[in-house]
């Protein structure tokens, strides 16, 4: 069994904002595999979906528990079907990935992304592997209002192929796992003209960011 989760704020106040691009690449996992997500389990406090991929079964969650919690959730359902962290992807923005650009690794810390920090404190280690989607960098007084707010019209385009993107290489962690999606994925990165290295922490958050 393995389980994909994608960070994010529940309700329809934060549905669209730069801080729920995890949610938008669940979404699209169960889109395809025709999946859904949209059942609420009160023991996980997220939403949660299965579906029959690579040879197990795949676990898609949605966190409801606002951003800064989001390891109570994927903590509670790792522990009830006991999971490694091996088995385990979490998707989320980074404010210092430029709009779009994807970033894959294998393990380490949570770069300052609240979400993730809360993760990795409720797993006890930092070998989880996580997929980063860019959401732009902005001066640190206006980080919340940038991660609670909506992307631009002619970032949408981006936001867009970076969703159908981050979903491949989820695709690609199933089937060869973490090494191999990191190879490709991020290779394609820096063709595309990214960086590859590892950003600065960006600023903290608040509650529902």
């Known amino acids: 069994m393995k389980l994909i989760a994608g960070l994010g704020n529940p309700g329809p106040r934060y549905a669209d904002s730069r801080h729920n691009i995890g949610f938008w690449v669940v979404d699209e996992l169960a889109r395809r595999w025709r999946a859904d997500v949209s059942r609420y389990e009160a023991r996980f406090e997220g939403l949660l979906g299965q579906a029959p991929r690579s040879g197990t079964t795949v676990l898609l ?3 409801t528990t606002f951003m800064n919690l989001s390891g109570r959730s994927v903590g509670a359902l790792a522990r009830f079907y006991k999971l490694d962290r091996a088995d385990l992807l979490v998707v989320y923005d980074d404010l210092d990935l430029p709009v779009g ?11 300052g992304h609240n979400g ?5 404190r409720n797993l006890g280690g930092d070998d989880v592997a996580r997929i980063r989607i860019g959401i732009g960098k902005v001066h640190r007084d206006a980080t919340v209002g940038h991660v609670l707010g909506r992307f631009a019209p002619d970032e949408q385009p981006l936001i867009d192929t970076a969703v159908t993107t981050a979903a491949d290489a989820a695709e690609c962690w199933l089937a060869r796992g973490i090494a191999a999606a990191m190879n490709e994925f991020n ?7 990214g960086s590859g290295d ?3 922490p960006p600023a903290k958050e608040g509650d529902a960011s």
Request: hydrophobic share 30%; net charge positive; aromatic share 0%.
């Open 61 to 63: 969650l949605k966190p």
């Open 101 to 111: 650009q994807l970033r894959l690794r294998a393990r380490g810390s949570s770069g």
């Open 116 to 120: 993730m920090e809360d993760v990795l």
């Open 187 to 193: 290779r394609k990165q820096r063709a595309g003209g």
């Open 198 to 200: 590892d950003p600065a």
